[in-house]
């Protein structure tokens, strides 16, 4: 009924996210009030201002920093197959070979899934007639 990972895992990353732009915040208005008191003299609403758009700023990258880094940390199995297929999707541009391309895609397959079975079926372009290869 729920996907129990993913609860977990946004639940890790904005946990991690918030705590981290609320020690950047409080710590940024602290470091500019200080600027504006020594240079002016008195407080500055600039400060807040200033701090909200660098966390504003900095919401989008840390988000994705922290959620890489839990991916990498927590759930290993699935970071390793994206990141195997994302590198087979650009070795795949290049790939002109039908029968090479095919062994590529049986051992990409074999190391991100480990199926029992691999089965491949292509058209041939001469006859119309399937082939199915397998592992």
Known sequence: LWD???????????????????????????????????????RSVVATVLSTLLIAALFTPLRKRIQNDIDRRFFRKKYDAEKTLADFSASLRQEVDLNEMNEKLLAVVDESMQPEKIVVWMNSPTNQQQQGLSR
């Open 4 to 42: 129990i990972n993913l609860l977990i895992r946004r639940t890790l990353v904005y946990a991690g996210l918030s705590a981290t732009l609320a020690v950047v915040f409080l710590g940024s208005v602290t470091l500019f009030q200080m600027g504006f008191t020594a240079i002016t003299g008195q």
